[in-house]
Every structure is written in structure tokens, then in C-alpha cells.
């Protein structure tokens, strides 16, 4: 199994530029989500989804969309990229919705600089 | 779910035990312990979990006190490559709803330095 990967690892876009990162799992997972690391600091939700079809904020979405089309692809998409996106991108996945206790499983990251 | 209060920082020799604290004392009846930890630049990984026994497994031990309300990740023998930011997160395990089921609601952890 390759687990959790995201494409690419590294990205410097320009202001105003749209791009989607990537994020595809392997291990038929219902919940799966997105979270930016600025330095120094913790992990912060951006988006998530309980499965193919639906989607919901997290603590950060303004300036992204998610959408959801199948169960192993969740993609984050920058519309207009400010330097305030400027961060490291993990994509996570999660056992099936509802079960008890259940661990998350993370990718290696995206790094995204806006200049 | 609860918020967690961990120290920022910590040593520990190389071969040692390390224990990491973490106080939880908002925490309630259905809310789990979880610790992950981020070795630099890489993507969190999980540790252990538990709900109110306490836990072990390979990589450490987690004791919860009776009150729920602080716990202790314990690695038993820490080596140079447990040096990494350890966070403490409790949050819920199941819910009718699921706007809350999975999330992970992160600190800023305590980083941990293991020195030969």
C-alpha cells in the first residue's frame, strides 16, 4: 500500500495563480481531509469529507475548494494564490466514518510558497 | 473537543525514558487521547491512543490518570530519531453527527530533543 500521497512536494506560484493540489489514498478510507502548517505552529482544518459527495469547512477554507468525487482522491484547489497561503500542506485519511477510535494517517506534505 | 495544555519543549537523554505530559482537564465522557508525533518537515504520525485504561504498544506507553483530566506518553528508551514536535490531542471518538468525528485539533506540542 502507498498509504496517503500528495503531488506535488514542492510548489512556488506567482500571485493571483490557481493551482490543485493533490491527494489520493490507497486504503478505501471515507473520512479524508486538508490541513496548512505555517512555521513554527501547529496544524490548522482547512476542508474535509465524510465521503465521495460531501464536503464541509474546516478552521481555515477561505481561499480554497474541495471537492469529492470518488473515495480515494480529495483534492484542494487554490483559486486566486495570496502570499498569506504561503504554508506546508498535509493531506490526512481516516478509517471509516463512525467507528470509535481510529488513527489518521497523513501524506509528506506539499510545500507551497506565493511570491 | 477539549483543548490540551502540553510544555513546549523538553530534553531527554539518548536510552532513557521520556514523559511527556499532557493536561486535558475540560475533557469528557466520550472525548479519546491521542498523541502524534511530526519529525521534522514530515507528515504527523500517529502514536497510541486510549479512552481511560491505560495503553501500550510498540512505539510507547500512555498513562491516563482516574480523573481523565492529564496523561503521560511515555517512550521507554528514547532513541536520537524520537526527536520530534509531540502533540496531544482529545477528541471525540463517535458521534451521531459527524461534524466533529475525525477531527484532529492540533497545538503547537512540545518538541522533544534526544541527546547522545
Known amino acids: 500500500n502507498a498509504g496517503v500521497t500528495q503531488t506535488p512536494k514542492f510548489q512556488v506560484l506567482k500571485t493571483g495563480q490557481s493551482m490543485t493540489l493533490q491527494c489520493a489514498q490507497d486504503m478505501n478510507h471515507e473520512y479524508m481531509s486538508w490541513y496548512r502548517q505555517d512555521p513554527g505552529m501547529g496544524l490548522r482544518l482547512i476542508h474535509y469529507?465524510?465521503?465521495?459527495?460531501?464536503?464541509d469547512q474546516g478552521e481555515v477554507p477561505n481561499g480554497y475548494n474541495v471537492s469529492r468525487s470518488t473515495t480515494e482522491d480529495f483534492p484542494l484547489r487554490l483559486l486566486s494564490a495570496a502570499p498569506s497561503q504561503t504554508s506546508v500542506y498535509f493531506c490526512?485519511?481516516?478509517?471509516?466514518?463512525?467507528?470509535?477510535?481510529?488513527?489518521?494517517?497523513f501524506g509528506q506534505g506539499t510545500r507551497l510558497t506565493v511570491v | 473537543d477539549a483543548k490540551t495544555t502540553q510544555p513546549p519543549s523538553m530534553d531527554c537523554a539518548e536510552g532513557r525514558a521520556a514523559n511527556l505530559p499532557c493536561n486535558h482537564s475540560?475533557?469528557?465522557?466520550?472525548?479519546?487521547v491521542y498523541w502524534y508525533r511530526q519529525i521534522h518537515s514530515q507528515g504527523p504520525q500517529y502514536i497510541i491512543h486510549g479512552l481511560k485504561n491505560n495503553e501500550t504498544n510498540e512505539m510507547a506507553s500512555l498513562i491516563i490518570t482516574e480523573d481523565r483530566k492529564s496523561s503521560t506518553l511515555i517512550l521507554p528508551h528514547a532513541t536520537l530519531r524520537d526527536t520530534a514536535v509531540y502533540y496531544c490531542?482529545?477528541?471525540?471518538?463517535?458521534?451521531?453527527?459527524?461534524?466533529?468525528?475525525?477531527?484532529?485539533?492540533f497545538g503547537a506540542g512540545t518538541q522533544v530533543v534526544v541527546t547522545p
Open positions: 475540560t475533557i469528557s465522557g466520550n472525548e479519546y
Open positions: 490531542i482529545v477528541r471525540v471518538g463517535a458521534s451521531m453527527t459527524t461534524d466533529s468525528w475525525g477531527k484532529l485539533q
Open positions: 490526512a485519511s481516516s478509517y471509516n466514518v463512525g467507528k470509535w477510535n481510529t488513527e489518521a494517517f
Open positions: 469529507s465524510v465521503g465521495a459527495g460531501i464536503t
